[in-house]
């Protein structure tokens, strides 16, 4: 499974997702989006507005989400979700 993390520096959401990910034995890559311009411009367009994103082959959502992180530990998580409660935003 290839789950990917789109983070920015100094971003607790960002930390604390990979963090969890870890926790829960899943192997991810991480792309710093201030590093890739016209990755930010994708994910931006793709309608998320806050960081870390999320990208696995079943689901994708934005913000630390560590319900929908042992989902998908579990292998049940099928969704895209935006939490839009989280305050760190891409841009």
């Known amino acids: 499974m290839t789950v990917t993390v789109f983070t920015k520096p100094r971003c607790p959401q960002c930390e604390?997702?990979?963090?969890?990910l870890k926790?829960?034995?899943?192997?991810?890559?991480?792309?710093?989006?201030?590093?890739?311009?016209?990755?930010?411009?994708?994910?931006?367009?793709?309608?998320?507005?806050?960081?870390?994103?999320?990208?696995?082959?079943?689901?994708?959502?934005?913000?630390?989400?560590?319900?929908l992180i042992k989902q998908l530990a579990a292998g049940a998580v099928k969704i895209s979700a935006d939490a839009k409660t989280q305050q760190t935003v891409l841009a």
């Open 16 to 20: 604390a997702t990979k963090r969890q």
């Open 23 to 67: 926790r829960q034995g899943i192997a991810f890559e991480t792309v710093d989006l201030t590093e890739n311009p016209s990755t930010l411009e994708q994910i931006t367009q793709a309608g998320f507005r806050q960081a870390p994103v999320v990208i696995t082959p079943d689901a994708s959502w934005s913000g630390y989400r560590p319900d």
